[in-house]
């Protein structure tokens, strides 16, 4: 189990972190969305895989640390935030400068 | 009586001629003397104290005792003789600029900042503590470098400030490095520590880099050859400026950290080479090239640059008493050097030009002020009877007294005899050419006005006390000199026996140098002559030529990393991060931490592959965005269902409400932006990021499998113990954020409010339309909205609410809690929203939204500031029971209100970011902002 969840944490690492260096801003979105997933996933790793045993006082023996949890739920609202605020952005720099792209002017070619 | 307000009244002062702008110097300079003059009498105080041996003040406040730095002033003989020339000229510098700005009304900036420069100077001789010590040494840069740029139209002024600022600003960048060496190597910045430690410092393993980055320091602050070009082009400073700064004061700053340090860092062959060498070297090229220069503000700077040297020799000889000599010698160089810089802005005035080919025959415009000025010039010339006099005599005496290395011992003393002739050349020169000489060629200004005899008085102060220094020097010696050598030297030592200066060969050389001085200049013609054939080197044109080479090099560099282009700097970046953490995994040998594995079901299994389809999916078609997005909501649902799986209930919760939020933000952005994405990558570029995302991949993956198997030391024992108890909730993770880590709570919903705003406030002003019309004008046809959608939704915002109402109530024991609830009811709201229309469903809203994030940020505060009613610290939290009909016993916290203060952060937030998004999408909007 813990092999198969660090994969999927790789998968979506890789993918976020690819689309993040892409062009576009609606990509680069795509991109942190997914990296925040990982992120989370990540965070929420540090107190184990524990199944079937919610931080509830009483309901099991033992219990999944919930310390991690605490701080990744913030994290997920706070994220949520970030999202709108970077789609705003997107939005703002689409009107303003009449394209999506990251640096703001349409290359003509690829500027390596 | 506390040292710190030596340092304060200057600076504090400095405050009251900038709030007296335009007034005249006179009133001016009476105000700025005054805390100069304080300054000056708390100083004089002390002196019994110090002369009678006392002991060392020293005074403390901690301010950041972590890393050493203090606020330590500390008053001993040394530090008393330097304060004493610093505030005695400053006052006799205050008084001379009243007379010398005389007329204008625009020089409040110069009083300011000399008096910001006095107490910078102060600082640096008062301080205890080297860290602090070195903020005044760049202070003193800082204002060197305004008040030799005071002539700001000039560019003359303008490239001098420069060149003294590169120059002494690189020093200190030196000196700071070499002093955090030098507090590594004694374990303290404190001075009483540090002087101690000599020991352990010479035998410190970097001891040669850490004195050469000292000695760096001092060697630019204090004008050494090769350092010393700033300072003959620092003349372009009005003369006050000069005749306290660049001769008196700042210029010695080097010299007094030497001298401080010389406990802890001298006796040592690389300090006697260093700075004798570089001293002996200054010593000669400034006394030659002043011989040659023509601007009597030039002869004057090149001279101080010799003397500069002078002192760093006998600083680095070591010899017995070659200490107390160099501080002798810098007295009397303050005193003689000041009057002649103060006699050139004088004659400066009164002529209009600084050239001596032209300014001759003054002794008939200005007698006394002649007089004076030969004072002076005989004590720089060292005739006898006069300070230099007795100073020189004592260098050639300590320079005799060497007796190794076996180079120096013959070489030394002929070196610094040689130099002195050339030291008397100029000062006969100064004197002669321009009280003497035959006539007046060709004066700007017709005729030459004498000052005024109350204008003449700092002169004649400091030629009484030349004199008086000549005429006792045992006394002198005694009172300043003896506690200043002997604080420098860390011990306690004899008085001087002057008697015995009169040496057969000391006497021999001051009369060769005397007598050479004299031919020499006699025969200055023909001198000059050859002197001018010699190849033309101007310093500042070098210096010019370095500087643009390294700004056209650095400037370079920045544009070759800096191409404006947001893909690069990330692929760098990531790179980096590649790197670096990666040479750190590879060096784990165990990524399996011996944890065992917990077993793996077909289910996990499956909904991990679904996963990892969705997030490869999103990457594969992210040029077909409503695809992709699709996709990163199916991944969204399956980062729910993993929290799920692996109890985190609160989590999954969470994620849901969010992934829905999120997905339809940014449904609404996609309305307007492209539908796809050009395929504009080349394939360099997407093998590049390939490579760096699957490395960074990777990475994560083994990290986290390594922490994974590794056995878990957790602080959360401590949370599943006392939730009960402590916070009266049975769900740990709500009762952590509203109870145990109720302040970081407290954050998160106000960067979640504040965000909400950012939002607001972009979309206040963005017009959509203008951009989207010309793309798809299909776009904006009102289409009505489904019926079944609306009657559905409104049927469920009651249940909605409901459900959220208990979410909320259940929290603190059950998952759920303020996070939770509020977005099942931003959730449901939204629906209204989008079934019912923008307008529709503002119309209805019961409040607008910024009011309610604000009360919902000011529950949880008050409810946090509450605690502190019955004395308890912020967010101290109680609880009682309750008993309520049906829904049967539950707890009333004031956790509960504090998670009402986030509920109502969160609908707030939400819903004033979704509104304002979905309000671009009307044509016109609805007409007035929402939220």
């Known amino acids: 189990m813990e092999l198969l969840y660090a994969l999927t944490l790789g998968v979506l690492t890789t993918c976020g972190v690819y689309l993040l260096m892409r062009a576009r801003t609606f990509t680069v979105i795509l991109g942190l969305t997914l990296l925040s997933h990982a992120v989370n996933l990540y965070l ?36 949520f935030a970030m999202t709108a605020f970077v789609v705003v952005l997107a939005l703002k720099a689409a009107v303003e400068l009449r394209n999506d792209h990251v640096d703001g002017e349409n290359p003509e070619e690829d500027r390596a | 009586m506390p040292l710190a307000l030596i340092i304060l009244l200057p600076l504090t002062g400095a405050c009251l001629p900038a ?54 002033f500390r008053l001993d003989g040394l530090g008393l003789l330097f304060a004493l020339l610093i505030t005695g000229i400053g006052c006799l510098v205050l008084f001379y600029a009243r007379y010398y700005f005389e007329g204008s009304n625009t020089s409040a900036r110069f009083f300011t900042l000399i008096l910001l420069f006095m107490a910078a100077m102060l600082g640096i001789v008062l301080s205890e503590n080297l860290l602090f010590l070195l903020v005044f040494w760049e202070l003193t840069s800082l204002v060197s470098f305004l008040l030799i740029g005071y002539h700001t139209q000039d560019h003359a002024a303008r490239l001098g400030a420069r060149m003294s600022l590169v120059i002494t600003s690189g020093g200190g960048l030196a000196l700071l490095g070499g002093i955090v060496l030098l507090g590594h190597a004694a374990g303290s910045y404190e001075l009483s520590v540090v002087l101690d430690a000599g020991e352990r410092i010479r035998a410190y393993e970097h001891y040669g880099l850490m004195l050469n980055l000292i000695l760096l320091g001092a060697f630019t602050k204090s004008a050494q050859f090769p350092f010393h070009l700033w300072l003959p082009h620092a003349m372009t400073a009005p003369t006050p400026v000069s005749a306290y700064l660049h001769s008196a004061t700042m210029v010695k700053a080097g010299l007094f950290l030497l001298a401080r340090l010389h406990p802890a860092l001298a006796d040592t062959s690389l300090w006697f080479h260093l700075v004798t060498l570089t001293g002996m070297l200054t010593l000669m090229v400034g006394a030659f090239v002043a011989m040659f220069m023509h601007d009597m503000k030039g002869l004057l700077a090149y001279s101080t640059v010799s003397h500069l040297g002078l002192i760093m020799l006998l600083l680095g000889l070591g010899t017995s008493m070659a200490l107390a000599a160099a501080l002798f010698h810098l007295v009397c160089h303050a005193l003689f050097k000041a009057p002649l810089f103060m006699m050139a802005g004088y004659v400066d005035r009164a002529t209009g030009t600084r050239d001596m080919r032209r300014v001759n025959g003054m002794w008939r415009f200005m007698p006394v002020l002649m007089v004076l000025s030969g004072i002076s010039a005989a004590a720089m010339a060292g005739l006898p009877l006069m300070s230099g006099y007795l100073s020189k005599k004592m260098l050639f005496t300590e320079s005799l007294l060497l007796s190794t290395p076996d180079w120096a011992v013959v070489v030394i003393p002929v070196w610094v005899a040689l130099a002195g002739l050339f030291s008397v050349a100029y000062s006969i020169r100064i004197f002669h050419n321009v009280f003497f000489n035959g006539q007046p060629i060709d004066l700007p200004v017709w005729p030459p006005a004498s000052p005024r005899l109350a204008a003449l008085s700092p002169i004649v102060l400091l030629a009484l006390a030349t004199l008086l220094v000549g005429l006792v020097p045992e006394h002198i010696y005694s009172a300043l000199i003896q506690p200043a050598f002997s604080a420098a030297r860390q011990a306690l030592v004899d008085s001087y026996d002057f008697s015995t200066l009169g040496g057969s060969v000391p006497m021999l050389m001051s009369l060769f140098a005397l007598a050479g001085g004299v ?52 692929s760098f970046i990531l790179a980096t991060v590649v790197v670096v953490v990666g040479m750190e995994l590879l060096a784990v040998t165990h990524w399996d931490g011996g944890v065992a594995l917990s077993p793996l079901d077909p289910l996990t299994l499956l909904a991990a592959i679904l996963l990892c389809l969705a997030a490869i999916g999103v990457t594969v078609h992210h040029h077909r965005r409503l695809p992709a997005l699709l996709l990163l909501g199916v991944t969204g649902l399956f980062i729910t269902v993993t929290f799920a799986r692996f109890s985190a209930p609160d989590l999954a919760l969470t994620q849901l409400m969010v992934e829905v939020m999120a997905v339809v933000i940014m449904m609404l952005a996609l309305s307007f932006l492209p539908q796809t994405s050009p395929r504009e990558s080349s394939g360099f570029r997407m093998g590049r990021d390939l490579t760096i995302a699957v490395l960074m991949g990777l990475g994560v993956a083994a990290f986290s499998f390594a922490i994974l198997t590794r056995p878990q030391e957790t602080i959360s024992d401590f949370f599943l113990a006392n939730s009960v108890p402590g916070g009266g909730g049975t769900n740990v993770v709500n009762v952590i954020l509203v109870d145990f880590r109720g302040f970081d709570t407290l954050g998160e919903i106000t960067v979640l409010g504040i965000a909400a705003v950012a939002v607001f406030a972009f979309t206040h002003d963005l017009h959509l339309k203008e951009r989207v019309v010309e793309t798809n004008p299909a776009h904006w046809v009102a289409e009505p909205h489904p019926i079944m959608l609306s ?16 979410i909320f109530l259940r929290g603190h024991n059950l998952p759920g ?37 604000g009360a919902g940020l000011l529950t949880a505060t008050f409810t946090g500031l509450g605690s502190w009613l019955f004395g308890f610290p912020f967010l101290t939290s109680s609880h009682g029971y309750l008993h ?41 909007g609805p007409g007035k902002e929402i939220g």
């Open chain 2, 519 to 570: 031919l020499f200049y006699h025969f200055r013609d023909p001198l000059f002559r050859l002197h001018a054939r010699l190849p033309e080197v101007d310093a500042k044109e070098i210096f010019d030529w370095i500087m643009r080479r390294s700004i056209a090099l650095s400037q370079r560099r920045v544009f070759q990393l800096e191409n404006g282009s947001l893909q690069r700097y990330l």
């Open chain 1, 44 to 79: 929420f790793a540090s107190g184990r895989l524990v199944a079937g045993a919610p931080a509830i006082v009483g309901l099991s023996q033992r219990s999944a640390d919930p310390l991690p949890q605490a701080l990744v739920l913030t994290a997920i609202v706070i994220g």
């Open chain 2, 884 to 924: 309520l009909p049906l829904i049967g016993e539950f707890e009333l916290a004031t956790a509960m209100l504090f998670d009402l203060g986030v509920y109502a952060t969160v609908v707030g937030a939400t819903l004033l970011i979704l509104a304002n998004l979905g309000k671009l999408m009307t044509v016109t």
């Open chain 2, 19 to 72: 709030l007296m702008r335009g007034q005249s110097s006179r009133l001016l300079a009476s105000v700025s003397a005054l805390p100069a003059l304080f300054s000056l009498l708390l100083l004089l105080s002390w002196l019994p104290h110090a002369m009678s041996g006392g002991e060392t003040v020293v005074q403390q406040l901690d301010w950041l005792p972590s890393l050493g730095l203090n606020v330590a």
């Open chain 2, 791 to 806: 009657t559905v939704a409104r049927l469920v915002l009651p249940i909605a609410l409901l459900v959220s109402a208990y």
């Open chain 2, 817 to 853: 809690g303020g996070f939770i609830a509020g977005l099942i009811t931003a959730a449901a709201l939204t629906l209204q929203y989008m079934a019912g229309g923008l307008v529709w469903a503002q119309e209805r809203m019961l409040s607008p939204f910024r009011p309610l994030i």
